[in-house]
T-cell receptor
C-alpha cells in the first residue's frame, strides 16, 4: 500500500521562528517521487519541490530546506525565519508508478506577527 | 505558463441535481486528474485520465463519473448530488514527457450541496 502521513495537523509559530513540517511515506516502489505543495488561502496548489528516490541530497532554496531520508521514509520540510506570508496549508505527496499523486492530510501553518 | 482552469470558483447546488464541474488545460497535457479536498483528509483522487476517452477510477469514485472527449477538457459529473459531496474539488494535469514539475493544479471549485 502507498501512503503519506503528515502527523501535524496544525502548527502555530511566531514570525522569525524556524518550523519543520514532517512527512512520512510508505511505498514498495523502488523508484518514486516525493513532492511538497503549498496551498495559500486562494486555494491553488503551488509546487515547491520534487525529489526522486535516488537523490538523497538535502536541498535548500532560500528560507526553505528539505531533508530526505530513505532509511526512515521521511521527507521533512523546514522553513527558516518564518514570515506571515508562509501561512498556508502544506501538502506532502508521493507519486506512484501509475502516475497518481497520493497526498498526505496536510499541515496548516499559521505564522503570527 | 501552463494553465489549468476550473470553470467555477463557487457553486451551490440542490440535492439530487446533476452537476458538471469543468476543467480545461491549455498545454496539451495527456494526464488529467480530479481530486476532492476535505479538512483532515488531504486530497483524495476521484478519477484520472491518461489520455482522450480514457479514464480510471481513483480512490473514491462512488457517486462520480467523468468525461474526456477532448484532450484539453476533463469533466467531473455528480450524477445526483448529495450533501456529503460538499467539498473543494481540484483538477490537475500532467505532461508525461517531463518529470520537472509534473503536475499543475487549478484554483479549485468549492461545491456546496444543499
Amino acid at each position: 500500500a502507498q501512503k503519506v502521513t503528515q502527523a501535524q495537523t496544525e502548527i502555530s509559530v511566531v514570525e522569525k521562528e524556524d518550523v519543520t513540517l514532517d512527512c512520512v511515506y510508505e511505498t514498495r516502489d523502488t523508484t518514486y517521487y516525493l513532492f511538497w505543495y503549498k496551498q495559500p488561502p486562494s486555494g491553488e496548489l503551488v509546487f515547491l519541490i520534487r525529489r526522486n528516490s535516488f537523490d538523497e541530497q538535502n536541498e535548500i532554496s532560500g528560507r526553505y530546506s528539505w531533508n530526505f531520508q530513505k532509511s526512515t521514509s521521511s521527507f521533512n520540510f523546514t522553513i527558516t525565519a518564518s514570515q506571515v506570508v508562509d501561512s498556508a496549508v502544506y501538502f506532502c505527496a508521493l507519486r506512484s508508478n501509475t502516475g497518481k499523486l497520493i497526498f498526505g492530510q496536510g499541515t496548516t501553518l499559521q505564522v503570527k506577527p | 505558463d501552463v494553465k489549468v482552469t476550473q470553470s467555477s470558483r463557487y457553486l451551490v447546488k440542490r440535492t439530487g441535481e446533476k452537476v458538471f464541474l469543468e476543467c480545461v488545460q491549455d498545454m496539451d497535457h495527456e494526464n488529467m486528474f480530479w481530486y476532492r479536498q476535505d479538512p483532515g483528509l488531504g486530497l483524495r483522487l476521484i478519477y484520472f485520465s491518461y489520455d482522450v476517452k480514457m479514464k480510471e477510477k481513483g480512490d473514491i469514485p462512488e457517486g462520480y463519473s467523468v468525461s474526456r472527449e477532448k484532450k484539453e477538457r476533463f469533466s467531473l459529473i455528480l450524477e445526483s448530488a448529495s450533501t456529503n459531496q460538499t467539498s473543494m474539488y481540484l483538477c490537475a494535469s500532467r505532461f508525461t514527457g517531463t518529470q520537472t514539475y509534473g503536475y499543475t493544479f487549478g484554483s479549485g471549485t468549492r461545491l456546496t450541496v444543499v
